[in-house]
């Protein structure tokens, strides 16, 4: 079955069979794949892990004449977007993106298009997925996907560190990128006169509406190697010197102000760790899971999906995961109560999270009352919401006494009765059957282990 994300290629596309993801090459492009396995550069990136490594299959050609051969990718275990990484992922995509592009240019070759969609995450380490976009360099042909990069890349990556960091969000509602001019309008003035932000976001956006209004200038300038190399260098330097400006948010520091004891602590990932054991989950998605420190629990095991919706509580998570290599832990940005929809086209071309994530466990610890208190979700349309994703189901009830409920907006008083215990297990007995409910030392907290029923 083709990927609706496949139409805008014509050198190939992606579909899926017997539940792996194949990529189909069409013959137009064979000399640019040729090219691209013969000079050394697909070896050379694979080797490096910088680019998904494949082989070919040919036994499992579509019937289609336009098709060469066919490659099975190594398998991404989920995949994800830009709107969906912390400011560091979208920053290390644009970095891995331009030392393609260096080392393109230097083996006789260019990326002919450079979105973030091409970059995926294996837990911290980003990989370029998109073996089609290498097409050999002409002397004196420009970088067709610049403005692309800046877009997907550089104008989000420059309003986030200014303090917008809901700036990422925007690119739900521009599939192609942030708008130049939007971006440079956004940026506070002095930030707008750094040199490579004047030249690839401001002075950039100015060129491009110039050409859209049919004035002077040309948008397919010529531009030889040398000067190509200097402008990826220029690039390079801008989104490197792109660094957040603050260090706290609501919840970046959720656990120096937490309510454990070192003993409930300790209890708590103990049971943790008995619970992973029992249920042996290859997929783990973790729902408010902070700075991951209880994802840490499941990923020696387990593939874990480790989400927040605080933009630097995932910050913190990816850059613990990067100083630990962990290929198994993968931090994301999200929302439960509003999850990433689908867009695009036929809202298909990017699908919806929950399409994307087939966890055979979730993990909610301390977040329910969160969504209880802040959005008004009532018990039963969480488990609800579980049971439609995953078998298994981690849960951490606080009770209504519990001093961080005490921080949270008050509740109506009718909603408040239905805040305790016995309601929580009768709306979660309507899908799940109860393994394990173990109390946490030290707490009034309890941690239950549920199992979906057939």
Not at 267 to 285: A, S, T, Y
Not at 337 to 347: F, Q, T
Not at 407 to 429: I, R, T
Request: aromatic residues 12%; contains cysteine.
């Amino acid at each position: 079955m083709k990927e609706e994300s496949s139409f805008r290629d014509a050198s190939g596309f992606v579909f899926r069979d017997r539940g792996e993801v194949l990529r189909a090459v069409n013959k137009v492009y064979q000399p640019d794949f040729d090219f691209f396995i013969q000079s050394g550069l697909y070896a050379e990136l694979a080797n490096d892990h910088k680019v998904v490594a494949h082989e070919m299959v040919w036994q499992r050609k579509p019937a289609e004449e336009s098709i060469a051969f066919v490659l099975r990718p190594d398998q991404i275990p989920v995949i994800t977007y830009p709107y969906e990484w912390s400011f560091g992922q979208l920053k290390d995509a644009a970095l891995l993106t331009l030392e393609i592009q260096k080392r393109s240019l230097e083996k006789g070759m260019i990326l002919k298009d450079a979105s973030a969609y091409n970059v995926q995450f294996i837990g911290s380490r980003p990989v370029f997925i998109d073996t089609l976009s290498f097409e050999q360099y002409r002397e004196g042909m420009p970088w067709m996907a610049y403005r692309q990069f800046c877009q997907h890349f550089l104008a989000p990556l420059c309003l986030m560190s200014q303090h917008f960091l809901l700036a990422e969000s925007l690119l739900k509602s521009n599939l192609d990128g942030i708008p130049l001019d939007v971006a440079s309008a956004l940026l506070p003035i002095k930030n707008k006169f750094r040199l490579g932000v004047f030249t690839h976001l401001v002075l950039h956006g100015k060129m491009i509406g110039r050409f859209a209004e049919g004035r002077s200038g040309t948008a397919t300038q010529k531009i030889n190697k040398r000067q190509l190399l200097a402008l990826t260098d220029s690039l390079t330097s801008t989104v490197a010197g792109c660094h957040l400006k603050f260090s706290k948010t609501v919840w970046s520091h959720y656990y120096q102000n937490t309510n454990y004891s070192s003993a409930a602590e300790e209890h708590k990932v103990e049971i943790l760790k008995k619970f992973c054991r029992q249920i042996n989950p290859q997929l783990v998605l973790g729902i408010g899971a902070n700075n991951g420190r209880y994802s840490r629990v499941f990923s020696p095991q387990a593939y874990v999906l480790s989400t927040d919706v605080d933009f630097l509580a995932v910050e913190q998570n990816y850059i613990q995961a990067k100083k630990e290599n962990d290929e198994r832990l993968l931090p994301l940005v999200l929302d439960i109560a509003n999850p990433s929809p689908g867009i695009g086209w036929k809202n298909l071309e990017r699908s919806a999270f929950l399409q994307r994530a087939k966890p055979d466990l979730i993990v909610m610890l301390a977040v329910v009352h969160h969504l209880v208190h802040t959005h008004h979700i009532h018990f039963g349309m969480l488990a609800q919401l579980a049971a439609s994703l995953a078998p298994y189901l981690i849960i951490e009830f606080v009770p209504p006494d519990d001093s961080q409920i005490k921080k949270l907006p008050s509740l109506p008083p009718a909603k408040q009765e239905m805040y305790n215990e016995a309601c929580f297990e009768k709306e979660f007995d309507n899908y799940y059957s109860p393994l394990q409910k173990i109390k946490i030392n030290d707490s009034g907290r309890i941690l239950y282990l549920f199992q979906r029923k057939a």
